[in-house]
């Protein structure tokens, strides 16, 4: 066996309902979950993450049932973090985590993505709250996600990953590469989701040569660079942008999910590689091709 051949078994491929436009629990644009379900197993993929806590059944015996008789896997569940926010932070964070974490463990499950909550809204484009940190806010949001990933560890047998985003203090590629810088990484990695750092300047390549240890998982997705322009021109909301297209069926955006790919293999190391292609609101039968013709070209890359 060659050493490419060795390692195609090591880039584990999914989706999740974000492909399917879902990122509400319960939203009238939003299909019904047992479409999600259905769609996702027929277009190819065999591993799922979660989604917004709510949108998939949380019983756990269900759950694994619907997901088991489909023959799909559990990868992750995904929670919003407020840990900069120090005491208060921990306790609003950990509530989340412990539901999501009991569903994803007892699902199968083997990480937990942390996306950090916005500093601006994602449908109105307000201001939430300052978008840069403190000093003591920076202090309390790595020293915080030390201690959230030992106590996941310890807990529930996840892993945590750190999801950089749109509108959230760790988005940069000066802010992620301070992230960490200060986080322990024996605890803390990456979720690294190539179309938002992409979105926010960030060059994902550079980033998995240069520190990709502490990369655990991928979020793929590709970036229109003329609709980026005109989002950010405009200062368009995030839900506006994903709206008119920015975030655009690969291959022709930016970054190259085929160099992702390429890039990640060469770390010699197991990793989730979680289809996102960011479609909220879409009408109920435009996921399913896209989901479908991504699959094939992901195989075509030889994944």
Not at 42 to 71: F, H, N, Q
Not at 154 to 177: C, K, M, Q, W
Not at 260 to 270: E, H, P, Q
């Amino acid at each position: 066996m060659s050493s490419a051949e060795g390692l195609e078994h090591r880039i584990r491929v999914g989706s999740c309902p974000d492909s399917w436009g879902v990122w509400y629990a319960d939203d009238p644009q939003q299909i019904p979950w047992p479409r999600f379900l259905d769609e996702v197993a027929r277009a190819g993929y065999e591993w799922i993450e979660l989604g917004p806590y709510g949108y998939l059944p949380t019983d756990p015996i269900r759950l694994a049932g619907e997901v088991a008789v489909r023959g799909l896997r559990v990868a992750a569940a995904t929670v919003r973090s407020a840990l900069h926010r120090g005491r208060n932070g921990w306790q609003e964070t950990w509530a989340r985590v412990a539901a999501n974490a009991t569903l994803a463990r007892a699902t199968g499950g083997s990480y937990l993505v942390m996306v950090p909550v916005f500093w601006r809204h994602e449908k109105t484009g307000a201001l939430i709250e300052e978008s840069d940190l403190s000093v003591a806010q920076w202090r309390d949001l790595t020293a915080l996600t030390n201690r959230l990933a030992r106590q996941v560890r310890d807990s529930f047998g996840l892993r945590v990953v750190v999801h950089p985003h749109v509108y959230t203090h760790i988005n940069s590629e000066s802010a992620v590469i301070r992230f960490l810088d200060e986080t322990d990484p024996d605890l803390v990695s990456l979720c690294l989701d190539v179309g938002h750092y992409a979105y926010c300047g960030g060059d994902s390549l550079k980033l998995l040569e240069s520190r990709g240890e502490r990369v655990g998982y991928l979020h793929l997705k590709e970036v229109d660079p003329q609709v980026l322009a005109d989002v950010t021109a405009t200062d368009a909301p995030f839900e506006v942008a994903v709206a008119r297209g920015v975030m655009c069926e690969p291959p022709g955006g930016t970054p190259s999910i085929k160099q992702v790919v390429a890039a990640a293999r060469r770390l010699d190391t197991d990793m989730f590689a979680i289809v996102e292609q960011d479609m909220y609101p879409c009408p109920a039968d435009k996921p399913f091709p896209i989901a479908e013709r991504t699959r094939q070209l992901l195989r075509s890359y030889g994944v």
